[in-house]
């Protein structure tokens, strides 16, 4: 069967580093999908990957080991605002997204 | 309209009602997407549309039913509620199957 597998629940310093981790199983993979969720509110893109490696953008970067079916998202000099949820999604060989459950990500002061 | 707009925001409903919830889209995206998100589960595809007058059925269609009779727009109709349909209902679109999506800001409904 196709899963994903991601912690549900971090806690972070803000000011610090946190790694938010995600092992997925799918049919086929055509791409690996973090999205940030504040409470409340809409899913909002944050990165893809597709080849192994890291991608940075700004304070966060993501990466992918193919052959390990993992990824995980980082997010540098954490800030208050970054308390959300951080959703990991495979897509799979049919071009659907397989969604994990989220990781709620409390930043404290 | 900018980007993807959902109504209603919210709705209270009596099990056995009929209920559209609509959504549109102004960014000229060929795919839409309809999830339902609860609490403890990942994002579950319901139907999906990979262009106008196309479209498919997902993790969890039953109870379901979508049309895509132009670009913009993409209803979900329940056509008998049931409590278990209580959910998040999140709207998406993206330029093509394989393309980001980009997320609507939600129905919340409960069916009591």
């Known amino acids: 069967g196709q899963n994903i597998d991601q912690p549900t629940e971090m806690t972070a310093t803000e000011g610090a580093i946190v790694q938010i981790n995600c092992t997925y199983q799918t049919s086929g993979f055509n791409g690996l999908f973090w999205y940030q969720q504040h409470a409340g509110e809409a899913p909002t893109f944050l990165s893809y990957n597709v080849l192994d490696g890291l991608e940075e953008k700004g304070r966060f970067s993501s990466f992918l080991s193919r052959s390990k079916g993992y990824s995980y998202l980082l997010l540098k000099e954490l800030q208050m605002k970054d308390s959300a949820s951080y959703l990991c999604a495979a897509m799979d060989s049919n071009y659907q997204l397989i969604w994990g459950a989220g990781t709620k990500l409390i930043i404290k002061p | 309209i900018a980007g993807i707009t959902q109504a209603p925001t919210s709705q209270i409903l009596a099990a056995g009602r009929r209920m559209t919830l609509r959504c549109t889209q102004d960014m000229r995206h060929n795919a839409m997407y309809w999830y339902r998100q609860d609490l403890g589960l990942g994002l579950r595809l319901i139907h999906y549309?990979?262009?106008?007058?196309?479209?498919g059925k997902g993790e969890v269609p039953d109870g379901y039913s979508v049309s895509r009779a132009n670009t913009d727009d993409f209803p979900l109709t329940l056509a008998s509620a049931v409590p278990s349909q209580t959910s998040v209902y999140f709207c998406?679109?993206?330029?093509?199957?394989?393309?980001?999506?980009?997320f609507g800001p939600g129905t919340r409904l409960t069916v009591l």
């Open positions: 998406a679109s993206s330029d093509g199957p394989a393309d980001t999506q980009y």
């Open positions: 549309s990979n262009t106008a007058g196309t479209t």
